[in-house]
């Protein structure tokens, strides 16, 4: 067999369970750490932010709805960056682009822990954009397509491998069901375990994350070689 298609076939480490699992418990962490620390406000669940945001609009509480309003641009703009980033150096030999979008994620999260309280708008942004960087950049586990910031398209691609597996007993389906299930279940834990750092910590907590993005930071170094 040709080495190029053997090549091919090797899992990328950005794809394997364990990356994709550190992944999801930065990625829960983040958002118990915002929502705990940073005035309530998600970094990831959007659709929370979009909620409150337009409950407090029509409130006519327009400051606080403000500060759920840009955390979702962030968002936005995080998903443009990171596509960009990885068209521009989706060849890049020396690094691998999605190390580019780490390296990134690590430095803007450790100014984070900097930021005093009067600017929680400001942290919430740059967790927001950091997160949409990362799930933008990382969207597979083991070939299946996941989100390690969020929950809810996990949920329904789980349960729908399930209803498929309960059905037709395919052995496939129920794998793939318990990937996602695997990934909820640590983005929970990554939740916890912020929500509780980041009550004992405070705005310094976020630096916990930093570790665990280095974590995978290595791990793809790692395959390089």
């Given at each position: 067999?040709?080495?190029?298609?053997?090549?091919?076939?090797?899992?990328?480490?950005?794809?394997?369970?364990?990356?994709?699992?550190?992944?999801?418990?930065?990625?829960?962490?983040?958002?118990?750490?915002?929502?705990?620390?940073?005035?309530?406000?998600f970094s990831n669940a959007q659709t929370g932010n979009v909620v409150l945001m337009s409950q407090h609009f029509l409130m006519g509480d327009w400051r606080t709805?403000?500060?759920?309003?840009?955390?979702?641009?962030?968002?936005?703009?995080?998903?443009?960056?990171?596509?960009?980033?990885?068209?521009k150096y989706k060849f890049a030999r020396r690094i691998h682009w999605r190390q580019i979008i780490v390296i990134i994620e690590i430095l803007l999260l450790l100014i984070v822990g900097f930021i005093p309280g009067s600017y929680n708008m400001i942290a919430t942004m740059m967790v927001s954009f950091a997160c949409s960087m990362q799930v933008q950049t990382f969207r597979k586990v083991n070939g299946y397509g996941y989100a390690s910031t969020m929950c809810i398209g996990n949920l329904r691609s789980g349960t729908e491998s399930l209803s498929i597996f309960i059905r037709d007993h395919q052995k496939g389906a129920l794998k793939k069901a318990m990937h996602y299930y695997g990934i909820i279940l640590i983005f929970a834990i990554g939740a916890g375990v912020g929500g509780v750092c980041s009550l004992a910590w405070g705005m310094k907590a976020i630096w916990v994350s930093c570790g665990l993005l280095l974590i995978t930071f290595l791990m793809m170094v790692e395959e390089k070689r």
């Open positions: 067999m040709d080495m190029n298609i053997i090549k091919k076939q090797k899992r990328q480490t950005s794809e394997t369970f364990l990356l994709s699992s550190i992944l999801a418990l930065s990625g829960g962490f983040q958002d118990a750490y915002t929502y705990n620390v940073r005035d309530h406000v709805a403000i500060s759920y309003l840009f955390p979702i641009i962030a968002f936005a703009m995080g998903v443009l960056v990171a596509e960009q980033i990885g068209h």
